[in-house]
Nanobody, 127 residues
Framework: QVQLVESGGGLVQAGGSLRLSCAAS????????VGWFRQAPGKERVFVAA????????YYADSVKGRFTISRDNAKNTVYLQMNSLKPEDTAVYFC????????????????????WGQGTQVTVSS
């Protein structure tokens, strides 16, 4: 079992930055790929970024490429999402998710690939 808790959300002006954290408990976290997803009101949950359990592979949605950076510290059981140059369209609830994978390089990008989810943290970007 893996439990995930997101933090770091808040209200920020367009062009600003936030860093989200996803803290995990459970001995298998270091064998999990971790993804960030977001869900705006009335819309589906969509992929934002993901990182392999080794940290060696990362993948980003086109909409955030060049602005967001995902990283992880397995010693702290934490994954981060650094969000820069935020735009109003980035406003959403952000969720982290963990997927037990067999390969240190796998980077799943679909919601149904992930086994464990956090409760989400709200990010609001004002124009």
């Amino acid at each position: 079992q893996v439990q995930l808790v997101e933090s770091g959300g808040g209200l920020v002006q367009a062009g600003g930055s936030l860093r989200l954290s996803c803290a995990a408990s459970g001995r298998t976290f270091s064998s999990c790929a971790v993804g960030w997803f977001r869900q705006a009101p009335g819309k589906e949950r969509v992929f934002v970024a993901a990182i392999s359990w080794s940290g060696g592979n990362k993948y980003y949605a086109d909409s955030v490429k060049g602005r967001f950076t995902i990283s992880r510290d397995n010693a702290k059981n934490t994954v981060y999402l650094q969000m820069n140059s935020l735009k109003p369209e980035d406003t959403a609830v952000y969720f982290c998710a963990a997927d037990l994978v067999n390969s240190p390089l796998m980077v799943p990008t679909t919601t149904n690939s992930y086994d464990y989810w956090g409760q989400g943290t709200q990010v609001t970007v004002s124009s």
